[in-house]
């Protein structure tokens, strides 16, 4: 069986074909970083405009690398949410359009179990069950994964995500966008000890993140100072290990409560070199195993669609001509 996967939720556009025998066959992605940048975030309007604009390229690009012809395609997979609700709708309504025109079937994928499976197109996947970290831009759970479609959420963010933090910050420290990996870079040249932030939520029980007061922290800070090259190192360095303390803290507690001897990692700050490496240390202290996606699928991209796309759509699962995006959507009330 060989899928057609699109992600178009948020400012990355995504395009892949997964072969079920032979695995990914090929994949483009496309970033509007360079769009969004002078407004420190992405503009919902101008990210579906430009996914109208890429994603017919990137497909006939993909297709092409792929030696495959739509003849030759079975099923398309689409992201229906959450994210913008605009930028859903572009994939969501190229993606049907797709289908019918190909007479070939379509699934509605949801964005987070994408990246909570991205790890199963890697060489040696997580084997179920395992405890899952997922923490992107808009995005900071944790949830105990039994199975496809079988998901508990442990504990998620109350305000503010991680990946929203990182923004903010590199924004009051004017690093650009996209924060996580602008902090991360200048972070390198930072002096330990300099700043305390607090690790919010680690001082009493529970999984959930909160991280607007560690961001309304640093921004206290910024007000008081003024900033130079060090200082702004300075900041970043004791920023970023508030927010790997605090992910490593609740993950440790989450492979308590669940008793997993597996841990996924996924989602944009997956990538961070800083977290991986307290995860684990912190893994095999437990005899613990991490599994991560590769960099380049630790963002949003068409792969991980398409390898659940085709887990859906080879278990029966189908749309109707109708389509629809859904920009909020609890993971909870999927179905195996």
Not at 144 to 170: M, N
């Amino acid at each position: 069986m060989r899928i057609l996967g699109l992600e178009t939720s948020c400012d990355d556009t995504g395009v892949a074909l997964y072969d079920s025998q032979v695995g990914l066959l090929a994949h483009r992605l496309f970033s509007q970083v360079d769009l969004h940048i002078d407004y420190g975030g992405v503009v919902p309007e101008l990210a579906s405009r430009d996914h109208i604009r890429k994603a017919l390229p990137l497909i006939r690009a993909v297709m092409e690398e792929a030696h495959i012809v739509s003849s030759e395609i079975d099923g398309i997979a689409y992201t229906a949410g959450p994210g913008l609700a605009g930028a859903l709708l572009v994939g969501a309504a190229l993606g049907r359009s797709l289908a019918f025109a190909w007479n070939v079937p379509c699934v509605a994928i949801h964005h987070m179990e994408g990246h909570l499976l991205s790890p199963m197109l890697e060489p040696d996947p997580p084997a179920f069950p395992f405890t899952a970290l997922l923490v992107s831009g808009g995005h900071t759970l944790l949830a105990s994964v039994g199975g496809v479609g079988h998901y508990q959420i442990l504990g998620e963010s109350v305000d503010d995500a991680a990946g929203e933090a990182f923004d903010k910050t590199a924004k009051l420290l004017g690093l650009g966008y996209p924060g996580g990996p602008a902090i991360a870079r200048v972070a390198q040249h930072g002096t330990p000890g300099r700043f305390q932030f607090p690790r919010p939520m680690t001082d009493r029980p529970g999984l959930d993140f909160s991280f607007s007061g560690l961001k309304t922290a640093a921004a206290i800070a910024i007000q008081k100072l003024t900033l130079n090259e060090q200082t702004i190192a300075d900041i970043a360095l004791s920023f970023e290990e508030a927010v790997v303390d605090t992910l490593a803290t609740k993950c440790k507690r989450a492979l308590d409560e669940t008793g997993h001897g597996r841990l996924v990692v996924a989602g944009g700050v997956s990538a961070n070199r800083r977290l991986r490496e307290q995860l684990v240390r912190m893994a095999e202290s437990r005899g613990v195993h991490v599994y991560y996606p590769r960099p380049e699928f630790c963002t949003d991209n068409g792969a991980m669609i398409a390898y659940v796309g085709y887990l859906r759509l080879s278990a029966g699962q189908s749309e109707p001509l109708a389509f629809n995006a859904r920009a909020r959507w609890r993971i909870e009330e999927l179905t195996h």
